[in-house]
């Protein structure tokens, strides 16, 4: 379970799965869900869609009737961004093109890669192999 996930996240997450969790974050973060009483109801095929049929009817049975309020995760989402624009500049990705995919920067790229030490070793080797 990641550190910085959020404690009302991390209970959804052992009832229902990190993934489940993260889904809920990333389309209902910020604000409260209903939960409903019945799992077969309609409300609860929006839950089933998004979370799948096992997910869903954990979250239903241990909350039924009640009214969650789901965490945005911005510093997990954050540092899972991160971390992909990391993995996928050191395996040759420019700068330009990450920068593009995750609607940034470059400069903003060019800062997360500084946090990394290698990261910057990696554009040196690169531009070597030019001569």
């Known amino acids: 379970m990641p550190p910085e996930l ?24 910020g604000t409260e869900i209903f ?17 799948g049929e096992h997910a869903a009817a954990a979250l239903i049975r241990a909350y039924p009737g009640h ?3 789901i965490p945005r995760c911005v510093r997990l989402r954050r540092d899972q961004r991160d971390q992909a624009i990391i993995d996928a500049y050191t395996h040759g990705a420019p700068v330009r093109a990450l920068a593009r995919q995750h609607g940034l920067t470059t400069r903003q790229v060019r800062t997360i890669l500084k946090r990394v030490p290698d990261a910057g070793s990696v554009e040196m080797g690169w531009q070597l192999q030019l001569f």
């Open 6 to 29: 959020p404690e009302s996240l991390r209970e959804i997450a052992v009832l229902c799965g990190l993934d489940a969790a993260l889904k809920l974050a990333a389309v209902y973060g």
């Open 35 to 51: 939960i409903p009483v019945r799992p077969d109801g309609p409300s609860a095929a929006v839950l089933r869609a998004l979370l």
């Open 67 to 69: 009214r969650l309020a």
